[in-house]
């Protein structure tokens, strides 16, 4: 079992920055990787980030590339999302996910099915 717990949501003008972390407990020594999603009211849950637990390579949605950075600290199990330049489109639930089953080619999963463990979420919310 993994239990995730993400903070860092919160209000901000458009334009601003906000970090979420998200901190993993329990089996996540085989962790293959980790990712953030969002889900906006009366939207789909969609994929934002993800980031290799093993040698931190990082794959982003087109939405929010050059805006976002996700990293993480295997020291102390803990993924970070540097969100700068918000939007208002931005507002959403933010879910930090834990994805343990290896891609064969290596890639990096952008699907919610493929991530197998999922915190509560936290809310970001982008003021115009």
């Known amino acids: 079992q993994v239990q995730l717990v993400e903070s860092g949501g919160g209000l901000v003008q458009a334009g601003g920055s906000l970090r979420l972390s998200c901190a993993a407990s329990?089996?996540?020594?085989?962790?293959?990787?980790m990712g953030w999603f969002r889900q906006a009211p009366g939207k789909e849950r969609e994929f934002v980030a993800a980031?290799?637990?093993?040698?931190?390579?990082?794959y982003y949605a087109n939405s929010v590339k050059a805006r976002f950075t996700i990293s993480r600290d295997n020291a102390k199990n803990t993924v970070y999302l540097q969100m700068n330049s918000l939007k208002p489109e931005d507002t959403a639930v933010y879910y930090c996910?834990?994805?343990?089953?290896?891609?064969?080619?290596?890639?990096?999963?952008?699907?919610?099915?493929?991530?197998?463990?999922w915190g509560q979420g936290t809310q970001v919310t982008v003021s115009s």
């Open positions: 980031i290799s637990w093993s040698d931190g390579t990082t």
């Open positions: 996910a834990a994805d343990y089953t290896r891609d064969r080619f290596g890639k990096l999963h952008s699907t919610t099915y493929d991530y197998d463990y």
């Open positions: 329990g089996r996540t020594f085989s962790t293959y990787a």
